[in-house]
């Protein structure tokens, strides 16, 4: 009989979820397709939901919520800024909702979304979208393995519902 693997630090996880906000409104889920598989350890998903996967096993299935300190931060207001119009290419669509890629002062990649126009003033929040967001996960744990060194080495996991090189 073979020895049960519970998830710690190394072990590749494949799991179903579904991702609710307080609300009850579904942000996220994987019914209907694929499971998502991670490295556990690799900070692949939210702390939040890394720290309650810790020492489960496969044939589990649980709920957790995740504060918005654990998850995706809280809102931060100095992240939401007024641009000048010039900033942006001149073909760009500017309408409140649009989500665009920026980068930061040291190059690093930053998503922005638009939340007003007035003139030639754009309103940007460089917040995540689910920060300030309690995240409410239903998770059923369907396969937890021992990762590969490559896996290991590269910090994410191979093959089906994971990362193909």
């Known amino acids: 009989m073979s020895e ?17 906000l ?6 996220d889920s994987s019914e209907g397709q694929d499971p998502l598989a991670y490295l556990h350890g690799a900070n ?26 654990e998850g995706y931060g809280p809102r931060i207001e100095e992240a939401i800024q007024t641009v000048p119009r010039d900033r942006f290419p001149a073909d760009a669509t500017l309408e ?5 890629q920026a980068t930061d002062p040291d190059g690093n990649p930053l998503m922005g979304t638009i939340t007003a126009v007035e003139g030639d003033d754009i309103t940007v929040d460089f917040n995540h979208p689910l920060a300030g967001q ?26 089906p519902g994971g990362h193909q090189h």
């Not at 049960?4 to 609710?20: F, P, Q, R, W």
């Not at 307080?22 to 942000?27: A, M, R």
């Not at 998903?45 to 589990?60: D, F, N, S």
């Open 134 to 159: 309690t995240l409410n996960f239903s998770i059923e744990i369907v396969e937890v393995r021992e990762a590969t060194e490559e896996e290991q080495e590269h910090g994410h996991v191979h093959g």
């Open 4 to 20: 049960t693997i519970t998830i710690a630090d190394g072990a590749v996880v494949t799991m179903h979820y579904k991702l609710t």
């Open 22 to 27: 307080s609300d009850g409104q579904v942000i």
């Open 44 to 69: 692949n998903i939210v702390p939040g939901l890394e720290a309650a996967m810790g020492g489960k096993a496969a044939g589990e299935s649980f709920e957790v919520n995740v504060a918005p300190e």
């Open 96 to 100: 409140a909702g649009i989500q665009f």
